[in-house]
Every structure is written in C-alpha cells, then in structure tokens.
C-alpha cells in the first residue's frame, strides 16, 4: 500500500475490516471509502437501481437491473475511481445505466415453462450468500433452488465447509455436487435439513434437479467452472419434462 504515490487515489470497501487494519499501517495516498456513511453509498435501493451519495450528498440514481449488494458495491466504486480520473460522477453514474453486466454473473441461461436458470460464478461462501441475497431480493417469495459445485482447491479441501450452510440459509432448496471433495458435504450442510441434497453423480444431480422443479422456480447454478456443461442438459430436461 505505500508504494502508491500521493497524486493517486485508494477506492476502499468502507465495510471490510480486514482491509480497514490494513489502511491503519499508513499510507500516503488519499482514501475514499465506499459503503461507508462518510464516503460513497447506496440508497434506496430497488430491483431497477439505487441512489449515489457522497458524504451525503445526492450525485444521481443508477438506473439498471443488476442484483446484489456486491453490484451496487462494484458501481460506487467505479464511480469513485472515475471521479478520480477526471469523469464527473453524473457521467459515470448514467454510463452505468448503459451496463448489462458480464458473463456468469446471474446471467440468465434460459427459461423453461416458467422455470429460470441462471449461471453465476459464485464458489464460496461470502459469494454464494450475497448472490442468494440479490436473487431473494429480486424473486420475493417465489421458490429460490441453489445448486453448487465446489471445486476451487480452497472448498475442495474444504477450508471454509463449515460457513456454507449458512451462506445458502435463503435458499428454498440446495443441492450440491460432492465430486472431487476431500469432506464430507452431506454433513457440512445437515444443518439445513430435508431441503439440501448431495450427489457424487452428475446425471444424478441432473434429474434430482429437474424432477423438483415447478413453474415459477429460480434456479441458480453457481460455480467456477464450467460444471459438467449442466446448464444446457438441465434446460433440456426441463424442456422434456413440460412438452
């Protein structure tokens, strides 16, 4: 961090204590803090946009679609390190109106007889809860299915089993591919209770899936691979199960 010279600008998350201890060694950079009252923050926050403060001070709404506090996050700090270079904030802030989002980000795979699919990669816990909690947000009560592959080396080797429970706590159904996994996944999530589901095989994972699903569902499938290619054979099977 002191490698930055002083004409430069660090774009800090306001909320993460880690990088807070961080910033406490010294610097000799300016800070600006987002998700932070005394920085740049999100408010009123819908399924179409929020609003941009800064220490404050209304600078305009982002109008878009995208979900997730990670999202609104991302966006205060674009538009901090923006303002930075030289770009007004209302600039950036109607720039982002024009974002559709990236690939593997809630992106929506298809949609069958009510039934939507999307890919997200989310493959731990801080993201597979914040992605739940954007999806949530935007479907209300309509059922909620997560279905997980974890196959970074760090959930492999299972480092973090015990906060995945809770990370999927929103979610109305899980299930969980446990190829590969050096723990026991079934007992990692025996918190959850009937609603979570394990499968070592994937074709196995694929009908449980599909065979559980009702019009109206949300399924998300989150992972950072490509997951055995289960997004277009669950869309097909979904296809054959409501012809």
């Not at 597979?128 to 970074?152: N, P, Q």
């Not at 994972?205 to 949300?218: K, N, Q, T, V, W």
Request: aromatic share 6%; hydrophobic share 50%.
């Amino acid at each position: 961090m002191r490698t930055l010279p002083a004409n430069g600008l660090i774009v800090a998350n306001g909320a993460d204590e880690a990088i807070a201890r961080v910033l406490t060694r010294g610097c000799y950079t300016p800070v600006e803090r987002f998700g932070d009252a005394g920085g740049w923050t999100a408010a009123a926050i819908a399924a179409d946009g929020f609003d941009v403060l800064w220490r404050g001070a209304a600078q305009g709404r982002v109008e878009w679609l995208l979900q997730g506090a990670h999202n609104s996050a991302n966006a205060l700090a674009a538009i901090a390190a923006a303002r930075h270079c030289g770009v007004a904030p209302a600039q950036a802030i109607a720039a982002l109106g024009a974002f559709e989002g990236v690939k593997r980000r809630m992106e929506i795979r298809g949609v069958v007889n009510g039934v939507t699919v999307y890919d997200d990669f989310a493959h731990h816990p801080t993201a597979i809860e914040t992605t739940l909690a954007g999806l949530r947000a935007k479907v209300d009560s309509a059922r909620v299915i997560a279905v997980l592959e974890l196959r970074s080396n760090t959930m492999k080797l299972g480092a973090m089993r015990d906060r995945l429970a809770p990370s999927l706590a929103s979610a109305d159904r899980v299930y969980c591919y446990s190829a590969g996994l050096k723990w026991d996944a079934a007992a990692a999530l025996a918190s959850l209770g009937a609603k979570a589901a394990v499968h070592a095989d994937l074709d196995h994972l694929l009908a449980a899936i599909a065979g559980g699903a009702r019009r109206g569902d949300h399924i998300v499938i989150m992972s950072n691979g490509g997951f055995g290619g289960i997004h277009a054979s669950l869309l097909g099977a979904l296809r054959a199960k409501f012809a």
